[in-house]
């Protein structure tokens, strides 16, 4: 640890202890806790989290808030500087850190592909041993909203250790947007924030869907992809569907947003709720019904609701099958990918169909996937090889054959050849 005051800090030999841990309290004031390793709550953090509860977000960011708090106070700890006396030093070191750190392993299967691999199938690499650009990003955002609150409300600290993006413009960049216009960028990112990422929206091709679809085994999991590729649903959003709001006369089913918290009803296919009926045959007499009841079932006893673990392994376990490593997020990719290639649609319908605050989001899907570029341009090669085989046009009315072949030196030698 280096001495207050110095700028040099060994990072690669800093030892994080994993202490502390993020509570579920079962609160619906504060759903989530920060407590250190003797099991005491960390005040400032809880604070924060009710500042954040009461500004109306959500029980899962209050959740995502509190883990990326934990790297922040476990990395203070390491340092020996409390919360309050952090500085632009330790923002440095947090970032380089993050940068430099392997994720805590788990425990993996003996045949698990190696971590970055690629997969001959899809294409998409798994996750790295390393914390990804957008997890880093998000650390830094969070850290710098706790700091930010505790200024604002207290005084203190009297900087933030993380700046703001630098820039005249700063924050207040899209203060006053104009919705007809896309949201502009700072000009320069802010300090020790990693560059932002690409979006590359992974949609999955329709054969390769209809191999995992034929690889399910059971109604339910064919439902359970038909709503997904159909209606472009989070996968927690389909999986938190109530009985009461599957609604097949009108060909919508109900989903509860996870962002607004909004009910929306969406419109899905007729196979959707085709599937859905011989599920629902399938368990009759076997699962709770009610409108109040989840619509989604384990398949053994006793029942119980599908979480979203389960079902991930669900396609875990089709995926196995094809020797694949498609995600359900891929599904919400790829139906909007089909929304978008329809004609009839307008970019604004499947904004809205995808719940997206802004237009410049769903844009994203606009931009052609590598395979749909590779595809195009090798179907331009085919019709320029056709093109090239095809005989040369006549002369017009008034040219004499012998004479334009003269002309641009096309007419045969006395030897046979041109």
Known sequence: ???????????????????????????????????????????????????????????????????????????????????????????????????????????????APAPGSVNPVTGKATQGENYAARTRRHARAVVR???????????????????????????????????????????????????????????????????????LTCHRNRALLAFYISTGARASELLGVRQGLVEPGEQVIGVVRKGSRALQRLPAS??????????????????????????????RRPFR?????????????ANAALGANWTLHDLRHSAAKRMVRDPDLTLADVQWVLGHAHITTTEIYTAPTPEEVIANVLAHHERQRAQRKRPPAPPAPGYRPEVLATLFGTAPTEGGSR
């Open 145 to 215: 909203s706790f700091y930010e609150y505790h200024r604002e409300a207290h005084g203190r600290p009297l900087v933030n250790p993380f700046p703001k993006t630098r820039g005249v413009e700063g924050e207040h960049l899209n203060a006053h947007h104009n919705p007809m216009r896309p949201f502009r960028r700072p000009s320069r990112r802010a300090s020790y924030q990693p560059k932002e990422p690409k979006p590359a929206p992974r949609s999955i091709p329709d054969q390769a869907f209809n191999e995992l679809f034929a690889a």
């Open 1 to 111: 640890m280096a001495e207050r005051g110095t700028a040099v800090r060994d990072v690669a030999a800093l030892t994080v202890a994993r202490i502390g841990r993020v509570e579920e309290t079962g609160d619906r004031l504060l759903p989530f806790r920060l407590v250190d390793e003797h099991g005491d709550e960390e005040p400032a953090v809880t604070e924060f989290l009710r500042h954040m509860l009461a500004d109306d977000a959500s029980p899962a960011s209050l959740r995502s808030y509190a883990y990326e708090l934990l790297s922040w106070f476990r990395f203070l700890r390491a340092v020996g500087i409390p919360w309050f006396l952090a500085s632009r030093l330790e923002a440095r070191d947090f970032a380089l850190w993050l940068k430099m750190s392997k994720k805590p392993a788990r425990q993996r299967r003996a045949d």
């Open 305 to 317: 609701p599908l979480t979203y673990d389960a079902a991930r392994m669900v396609f875990t376990k």
């Open 270 to 299: 007729a196979d959707a709720f085709v599937w859905l009926r011989l599920y629902q045959q399938e368990t009759l007499g076997l699962a709770p019904k009610g409108p109040d009841e989840p619509l989604w079932w384990t398949l």
